[in-house]
C-alpha cells in the first residue's frame, strides 16, 4: 500500500524528512549568523560615529585644507588620493576632484572600493582629489559658504598641478551635483568638464504614474516640517530623517530584501552587506539654514533653473554662464533623481541646440535603463563601464563642439574596427541630440506646472504662519539636551544600537554563532524547503510593492487633486486659467556680446593656416555621421603627439576646434571656400593633412555614403585629383 511504502527506509516520506531536517539546521544556523551579523553591523556603526572624522574611503589620503580652519569656516576638507601600489599616475593629465553628497550619509561612498568613481579615474593615470565633510556644521555655515570653500579647494588642485592639460574635472553625486553646478555658475573659470551624477536640477519634472517623492513637499504642506525638525534639533537637522525619506520609497527593500539577502546567503554576503551599511549608518547633521535653502529654494521653491537662486551679494545663479562641458548621468530606474529631474533644465533654459551653442556650452547625458539612485554612484558595474568610460575619455569631452549630445556605450569585440583606440571594455559615442529628445522622454503639464506653484506659494504661507506663531515658542523650549536626546532615539539610530553588543542579550549571539560557523552544514540548492522560501520571500517582496505602488498611487491622486483645485489656485495669486512658461529668455546683454562674437568670426573665416584648414575639413566631414567616437579622439591624440611642429595645448586645441565649427556653422559655403586660402602652396603638405583627416575618420567607421561624398569635395578644397593625388585610406598606428 502507498502509506506502508512511505515510511519504509529510502521511501519519498523519508527523503522529505531529511530535506526538512537538513533545511532546520542550516536556517538555525542562518540565523544565528544573520543575527551575528546585525550585531557587528551594531557594534561597526557606534565605532563609526566615534572617530572625530568617520568615512569609508578605501584609499589613504592627504589633508590639504582643512575648511574649519578657512576665514569663514566650514566642516568640508579637501584631501588628496594616495594612489595605491601598482597604479600609475600622469601628473601632466588634469585632476579628477570627487565630491561626496552631504543628504544624510558621511562621506567617502564615491571612492569606497577600487570599482569606484576615484578606482576608475586613478585607473586611468589621473591625480584624484576628495572633497568631504564631518558629521557637524560650523555655526553659521550655509549652503553659500560652502560653495565658497569649495572654490578655494579647486583654485588649490589648480595650483598644484600648472602642467596638467586642462582644469579639473568634478564630479558631483546626488546633492553634491546641484552644488556643484551651483558654483561652476559663479566661478566657471576654475572648471574643467563636470560630472553630474544622479542630481536633480529640475525639481518638479516628471511624469504620472511614476517618481512620486516631487510630491512630497506638497502633501506635508510645505517647508514648515523642515523648520521645525530643525528647532526640535536645536538648529541643527538631523540628516538620519533625509535617510528614512529615501528608505520610505522602497519598503520591499528597506523592510525585506536588503536583511533577506543577508539571511539567504550569509556566507557569502555579510561583508558586502557590512561595508555598505558602514556608510548607510553613518548619519551627519546639517544647520537649520542649510536644508531650509535646499527645500524652499530648490526641492518646493524650483528656483535653481528659473535663475531665482541669489547669492548674498544680490548675484543670480545662472547655470547659462557655466562654461565647461557638462555630463549628465542618470537612470529611468532611479525614484529619487528620475531623467526628467536630471535633464528638464535644459528645456527650462534653452530653446533649441542652437541657443545651447550660443552661450557655448556642451551637455552630454547618458540614461542608464534600471540602475537604482545609489546604484549610479555605488554599483561597481556602473563605475567599470560608465564612470570607466568618462574617465578615460574626459578629453574628448572635453573638445566637443557644443551642443547637446547622448552618451551611448558599445561593448568591445571581435568585430571592433580599430580596436586598439579604444580604452576599457567599452567604445563611447557622443551622438548629436535635439531638445525633442528629452521631451519624448515626458513631462508636465500646463496644468501640472499650476499644481506645483500652488503648493510652492501654500508652502511660502505655511512657513510665514509658523515662523510667526509657533517657533518662538518651540525655540525657547528646546534645550541642547533635549535636541540630542531626540538625535539619539531616532528609529534608524535605534535599530543600529539595539543589536549593537552594547544589548547585553546580543552578547550571547557572538558564542553561539561561532559554533554555528564551525559547525556549518549549508542546505543543498535544490531542498524543497529551500525552494518554499525563496518563493515566499518573493510573494513577501511582491505584497510590498504592492502595497507601496497603491500608497504612491494615492499620493499622487491627492496631490493632484488638492492643488489642481481652481480655488485654492486662485486663493493663493495663482491663474488657473495660465499656461505657465518656465523657459527663460536670452539676455539682451549677452545677444549683444553673441552678435558681436559672430561678427568676429565670419571676419576671421579666411584667417588662419593649415591647422585651421584641416580642422574646418574634419569637422565638416565627420558632422555627417552625427556623432564623435573616442577612436576618432585617440588616432587624433596620438597623431597631435606625433607631430611636434604642430602640437597644440589642449585648451588650445579646443579653442580652434570651436572656432572652426561656429564658422561652420554661422556660414558654412563660406568657409569651405576659404579653405583653399589657408592652405600652403607645399602639395606634400597638402597630402599629409589629408592623408590626417582620413585617418581620424576612419579610425572610428567605414569611409561611406555622405562622409565619403564630403571628403571628396575636401580633397578638391585641397587640390588633390582624383587620379592620384589623395592617398588612399589607411589605418593609423602607435
Known amino acids: 500500500m502507498p502509506t506502508e511504502n512511505a515510511i519504509l527506509p529510502g521511501g519519498p516520506m523519508s527523503g522529505l524528512v531529511a530535506s526538512a531536517v537538513e533545511y532546520m539546521v542550516d536556517a538555525g544556523q542562518r540565523s544565528v549568523l544573520l543575527l551575528d551579523v546585525m550585531r557587528q553591523r551594531g557594534d561597526q556603526y557606534r565605532e563609526h560615529v566615534a572617530q572625530t572624522a568617520p568615512h569609508v574611503l578605501s584609499y589613504a589620503a592627504e589633508l590639504i585644507i582643512d575648511g574649519r580652519k578657512l576665514e569663514q569656516p566650514v566642516n568640508y576638507a579637501l584631501v588628496r588620493i594616495i594612489p595605491p601600489k601598482g597604479v600609475e599616475i600622469d601628473l601632466k593629465r588634469r585632476p579628477f ?40 556644521p560650523m555655526p553659521g555655515q550655509t549652503i553659500e559658504r560652502i560653495a565658497r570653500a569649495e572654490a578655494i579647494f579647486i583654485e588649490k588642485v589648480i595650483e598644484r598641478h600648472p602642467e596638467a592639460d586642462g582644469k579639473p574635472c568634478v564630479i558631483g553625486n546626488c546633492q553634491a551635483g546641484w552644488a556643484v553646478m551651483i558654483l561652476a555658475s559663479l566661478r566657471p573659470e576654475l572648471f574643467g568638464p563636470l560630472v553630474i551624477a544622479g542630481a536633480p536640477l529640475a525639481y518638479w519634472a516628471g511624469v504620472h504614474g511614476k517618481y512620486p517623492m516631487r510630491y512630497s513637499g506638497g502633501l506635508l504642506g510645505g517647508s514648515w516640517l523642515t523648520a521645525l525638525s530643525s528647532d526640535l534639533g536645536g538648529g541643527k537637522f538631523d540628516g538620519a530623517w533625509l535617510v528614512q525619506n529615501f528608505e520610505n520609497q522602497n519598503p520591499s527593500n528597506t523592510l525585506w530584501t536588503k536583511q533577506y539577502n543577508v539571511y539567504s546567503k550569509v556566507d557569502t554576503e555579510a561583508d558586502r552587506y557590512l561595508d555598505f551599511e558602514r556608510w548607510w549608518g553613518g548619519h551627519v547633521n546639517l544647520n537649520a539654514e542649510e536644508i531650509q ?11 535653481l533653473a528659473a535663475g531665482r ?19 549628465v548621468f542618470c537612470s529611468k530606474g532611479d525614484n529619487v533623481t528620475p531623467p526628467q529631474q ?89 551622438e548629436a541630440r535635439t531638445l525633442d529628445d528629452i521631451r519624448a522622454m515626458g513631462g508636465n503639464s500646463p496644468e501640472d506646472e499650476r499644481r506645483f506653484e500652488t503648493a510652492k506659494r501654500v508652502s511660502e504661507m505655511n512657513l510665514a504662519a509658523y515662523r510667526k506663531y509657533l517657533q518662538p515658542w518651540i525655540k525657547s523650549t528646546v534645550t541642547p539636551q533635549m535636541a540630542e536626546m531626540m538625535r539619539n532615539w531616532h528609529p534608524l539610530r535605534v535599530q543600529y544600537e539595539a543589536f549593537s553588543s552594547h544589548n547585553p542579550w546580543m552578547r550571547a549571539v557572538e558564542e553561539v554563532a561561532e559554533k554555528a560557523r564551525e559547525e556549518r552544514k549549508p542546505v543543498a540548492r535544490d531542498n524543497p524547503f529551500l525552494e518554499f522560501q525563496e518563493r515566499l520571500s518573493k510573494q513577501i517582496v511582491n505584497s510590498l510593492d504592492q502595497w507601496r505602488d497603491s500608497q504612491e498611487a494615492l499620493s499622487e491622486a491627492m496631490f493632484l487633486s488638492i492643488y489642481g483645485f481652481p480655488a485654492l489656485q486662485a ?12 523657459r527663460r529668455e536670452m539676455d539682451p546683454k549677452h545677444r549683444a556680446l553673441l552678435q558681436a562674437r559672430i561678427a568676429d568670426l565670419k571676419s576671421k573665416i579666411e584667417t588662419g593656416g593649415l591647422q585651421e584648414a584641416g580642422v574646418r575639413a574634419l569637422l565638416y566631414v565627420g558632422s555627417a555621421r552625427g556623432m564623435v567616437d573616442e577612436r576618432s579622439l585617440e588616432a587624433l591624440r596620438r597623431l597631435r603627439q606625433a607631430d611636434v611642429s604642430a602640437r597644440l595645448t589642449l585648451a588650445e586645441f579646443k579653442m580652434l576646434v570651436r572656432e572652426q565649427f561656429f564658422m561652420l556653422l554661422l556660414d558654412r559655403d563660406a568657409a569651405l571656400a576659404a579653405i583653399p586660402k589657408l592652405l600652403p602652396d607645399n602639395m606634400d603638405e597638402r597630402r599629409r593633412v589629408f592623408s590626417l583627416i582620413q585617418d581620424v575618420l576612419s579610425a572610428s567607421a567605414e569611409i561611406s555614403g555622405e562622409v565619403a561624398a564630403r571628403l571628396k569635395q575636401v580633397s578638391g578644397l585641397f587640390g588633390l585629383d582624383a587620379a592620384g593625388g589623395a592617398p588612399k585610406l589607411r589605418r593609423v598606428t602607435s
Open 97 to 136: 576632484v570627487v565630491v561626496d553628497p552631504r543628504a544624510g550619509h558621511g562621506p567617502g561612498i564615491g571612492g569606497f572600493k577600487a570599482d569606484s568613481e576615484i578606482g576608475v579615474a586613478m585607473k586611468a593615470g589621473h591625480p584624484c582629489y576628495f572633497i568631504g565633510f564631518l558629521p557637524e
Open 293 to 303: 535653502f535646499i527645500v524652499d529654494e530648490l526641492f518646493i521653491g524650483n528656483n
Open 309 to 327: 537662486v541669489k547669492m548674498s551679494d544680490g548675484t543670480a545663479v545662472d547655470l547659462r554662464n557655466i562654461r565647461s562641458p557638462i555630463v
Open 342 to 430: 536630471a535633464l528638464h533644465w535644459i528645456l527650462d533654459l534653452y530653446a533649441n541646440v542652437d541657443e545651447i551653442r550660443a552661450y557655448g556650452q556642451t551637455i552630454v547625458y547618458t540614461v542608464h535603463e534600471t540602475i537604482g539612485h545609489l546604484g549610479i554612484f555605488v554599483s561597481g558595474g556602473v563605475a567599470k563601464k560608465e564612470h570607466a568610460e568618462f574617465s578615460s575619455n574626459i578629453d574628448l569631452i572635453d573638445v566637443l563642439p557644443p551642443g547637446l549630445y547622448e552618451a551611448t556605450f558599445e561593448a568591445r569585440g571581435d568585430s571592433t574596427v580599430n580596436d586598439e583606440f579604444a580604452v576599457g571594455q567599452w567604445v563611447m559615442r557622443c
Open 571 to 582: 486663493a493663493v495669486g495663482v491663474d488657473p486659467q495660465s499656461v505657465p512658461s518656465g
